[in-house]
């Protein structure tokens, strides 16, 4: 009934700003559409929206729920805003999971796009801004694009010749039409002409380009405060966009409540996925929208007193600046309350309309080696079926399908010897139809962009063409395919498409029969159990791509998240993003993280630091803590200036003798010095344990480090990072260094490593193979000589 009330009230409140009726025209300057500022709301239209009813049956309580009501939490006195807020957003084609956009061809007259809103706002104005690159034959036929949403129509656009490659246009969307899931189809209204149009897909095209985009208007909807929505409010699994969420904290920040923020946000970079999310970190300040708070009982953030109790607690409240918005309460007294109340909220499964919740006990589950649930298995053969979404599927329909993704990640430390291979078994079938070419049609496998193999119809071969003309069957449908390593990343997308040809004779109707399947057997698999856990640190490029090696331990249960004594909300901010992007690489929370603030030089914090990675988040400004981190490290800092330690004879000599050629420390430390605005990371190895690594981000401020989570997203930058030293500027983008010498981790048997040892150390080899038979040389020249000179000289023997 909940549902079905708020549905009523968005489609109420939608008809009642329904926009104009649909109209296509051509633009010069698709930006200059777009509403610099949105109307203030109907105070009316913000009442209703305000009070939404909430007309779900009361439940029974929780296990784990108070007793005794709660009392609200204390707010200092303030006036809110009581308005229903307005809120804009675009969506583009790429974010709609077309990253290359949508190409309609010969073979293909028609495509649709599937997309998400979230579901607690109403859309009241909405523009569609198509951009379309049409192919010159396609142009020359000056034929038309319809277009539908939600199965009803928007309009056409003229595909006829155009000044530049691309036309745009703009549509205006009635804003009743959109809702929370969404389709917009396309279709070349030419399709009897182009039907027989065999082997012309690339004459005949028109691609609907990445950046279209949806420009939307919405209202806020008050869902209430019930534990029940997380993560919403603060995250809508419907939402294609990238998130931003708040966390705030009280004046005197602790170490255990950055903990539990970590926590949470892994968490929330599990859910978010593909979407991407990133956070902003608040001190002593209320989030202007909704965030999530974290602290003591008793504690004040931003004018608002944490609620006292015993036990740790979770709770959702209005936010006092707009009852619309809402702030999420993790309140404990200890990490360990802390860490149980931000687990507990993890879990979900909180029943209907409850807006707070005493945390009882929580047994958090201890990560083992390499268990991340989204890094494949080394154990043994993993069949493709177990890596397909519930979505996807391994049968294609018809002749013009998109290719068969399947996606994997994989332990970016994977290692095999010189000439071995990864094993995978492909099993196909495809259909049999008379007016099929067998000849001409293959599958096409293709691997994260390098292209693998063409597997035929049928076997090759004289004797199996033979066999087949006198009508045995030949078709082959396994196919073992070795696998270069080298090939395999820490994120993989193996593609898999039919490529059926048609007879001649065939006739134009079976062009488009979707009533036949090519399908990937179930039983296709691939096998990385003869691969070993090695590698050599520090490396950054398995940082960025996967969290490494913090994530060989997927919930960081052996890494130490080190930040300065007092630190900022930017280095927060920025550590709780490592967090989000480490639980999207694994699949797991960071539930036994450990937070420290400055470098502990006693106790339990020091011994924990010698057993576990680092990963610390710092400013140039924080230069005592700089300075005590980098003390044993190829890298020095200052108030002022981050650079490369300049090594000394003895270590260069050492670095020389070991092959270590390949270092760039002196360039690193010139790029350092030559720039003022920079942010990036260095790796070293750990002083408190020499297998241990530690791994930094670093900005030369505050604003500088806060722009890494944009980097980040850029897959450009992302593919730049490598090395131990890498420098981000916005003039010159992404540069990488090699500064230190790096170090074997992982599983490898001392047999084993002599032999990698010697491969790797070739010069060092060579130059002690050289020195060894110098002392065997001369030892045996000096010997052989003396038994020559006994042999001539027999007069000698006695004296």
Avoid at 163 to 189: G, H, T
Avoid at 430 to 446: C, N, V
Avoid at 550 to 578: K, Y
Wanted: charged residues 15%; glycine residues 6%; negative net charge.
């Amino acid at each position: 009934m909940k549902g079905m009330s708020l549905k009523l009230c968005q489609l109420l409140l939608a008809l009642t700003v329904m926009a104009s009726p649909v109209m296509a025209e051509d633009t010069t300057a698709v930006e200059s559409q777009i509403p610099l500022d949105l109307p203030a709301p109907d105070a009316a239209f913000a009442q209703d929206a305000a009070s939404v009813p909430e007309t779900a049956p009361a439940p029974e309580a929780a296990p784990d729920a108070l007793p005794d009501p709660v009392p609200a939490p204390a707010v200092a006195p303030a006036t809110p805003s009581v308005f229903t807020p307005g809120n804009s957003s675009s969506i583009t084609v790429a974010q709609m999971g077309q990253p290359r956009g949508v190409m309609l061809s010969g073979g293909q007259l028609q495509a649709g796009i599937d997309f998400t809103l979230p579901a607690d706002q109403v859309i009241t104005n909405a523009q569609l801004f198509l951009n379309l690159k049409v192919s010159p034959a396609m142009a020359a036929r000056n034929t038309t694009l319809q277009l539908m949403m939600n199965g009803q129509p928007l309009g056409t656009v003229p595909l006829g010749s155009a000044d530049s490659d691309v036309s745009n246009y703009q549509l205006e969307i009635p804003a009743a039409m959109v809702v929370s899931s969404n389709n917009i189809s396309f279709k070349i209204n030419d399709g009897d002409a182009l039907l027989c149009l065999r082997d012309l897909s690339d004459k005949y095209q028109v691609t609907i380009m990445p950046n279209t985009r949806l420009d939307l208007e919405g209202q806020q909807l008050n869902i209430g405060s019930d534990l029940s929505h997380f993560p919403r409010p603060f995250f809508d699994a419907m939402q294609m966009t990238p998130a931003s969420v708040e966390f705030a904290f009280p004046a005197k920040t602790l170490p255990e409540q950055v903990s539990a923020a970590a926590l949470v946000a892994s968490w929330l970079g599990i859910e978010a996925d593909y979407r991407g999310i990133s956070f902003n970190a608040l001190n002593d300040k209320l989030p202007e929208k909704n965030g999530i708070l974290f602290g003591k009982p008793g504690e004040q953030i931003g004018g608002l007193t944490l609620p006292e109790t015993q036990k740790p607690m979770l709770q959702i409240i209005d936010n006092p600046g707009n009852p619309v918005y809402k702030l999420l309460l993790v309140v404990g007294n200890s990490d360990q309350q802390l860490r149980a109340a931000a687990w507990r909220l993890t879990q979900g499964k909180f029943n209907l309309q409850t807006a707070s919740l005493a945390v009882e006990n929580q047994t958090i589950p201890v990560s083992k080696a390499y268990d991340a649930p989204r890094w494949i298995s080394t154990e043994r053969p993993v069949r493709l079926s177990e890596l397909m979404r519930k979505d996807q599927s391994l049968t294609a329909t018809g002749i013009w399908h998109e290719p068969l993704s399947v996606a994997f990640r994989a332990a970016p430390d994977l290692f095999l010897w010189d000439g071995d291979t990864i094993p995978v078994k492909i099993g196909y079938r495809f259909p049999t139809e008379s007016w099929i070419d067998e000849e001409r049609s293959y599958l096409s496998l293709t691997l994260n962009g390098t292209f693998l193999h063409n597997l035929p119809v049928n076997k090759q071969g004289a004797l199996e063409t033979l066999w087949r003309k006198v009508g045995g069957d030949a078709r082959q449908e396994e196919y073992n395919l070795a696998l270069e390593p080298y090939l395999i990343y820490g994120d993989n997308q193996l593609s898999l498409y039919f490529n059926i040809q048609t007879k001649e004779s065939a006739p134009c109707s079976v062009l488009l029969n979707n009533n036949i399947k090519s399908r990937i057997s179930e039983d296709s698999w691939i096998d990385l159990s003869k691969t070993r856990h090695f590698s050599l640190l520090p490396n950054l490029s398995y940082f960025v791509g996967a969290s490494f090696p913090f994530s060989r331990f997927a919930d960081f249960g052996h890494t130490v998240l080190l930040l300065p004594e007092n630190p900022g909300e930017a280095e927060i901010s920025t550590l709780l993003n490592m967090a989000a992007r480490s639980g999207n690489a694994t699949g797991t929370s960071l539930n036994n993280n450990t937070v420290m603030f400055g470098v502990p030089t006693a106790g339990a914090n020091l011994q924990r630091l010698e057993q576990s990675h680092v990963l610390s988040v710092s400013t140039i400004h924080q230069s005592s803590f700089n300075r005590t981190l980098l003390a044993q490290s190829p890298f020095t800092s200052n108030e002022h200036s981050f650079g490369v330690r300049e090594r000394s004879v003895w270590q260069k000599m050492q670095h020389w003798i070991e092959g270590d050629w390949g270092s760039t420390g002196i360039a690193a430390d010139r790029y350092f010095s030559s720039n003022e605005a920079w942010r990036g990371f260095v790796s070293f190895r750990s002083q408190w344990s020499p297998d241990r690594v530690v791994v930094m981000a670093i900005g030369s401020t505050d604003e500088e480090l806060s722009k890494l989570q944009t980097d980040l997203g850029s897959a450009r930058i992302n593919a730049g990072i490598r090395g131990d030293a890498t420098i981000i500027t916005d003039e010159n983008g992404v540069r990488s260094f090699r500064v230190g010498q790096q170090f074997p981790s992982g599983q490898m048997p001392w047999y084993m490593m002599v032999v990698w040892y010697a491969n790797q150390h070739s010069a060092l080899l060579a130059i002690l193979g050289l020195l060894f038979a110098s002392v065997i040389g001369l030892s045996l020249y000096a010997l052989l000589k003396k038994r020559a000179h006994k042999r001539l000289n027999p007069q000698d023997d006695g004296k």
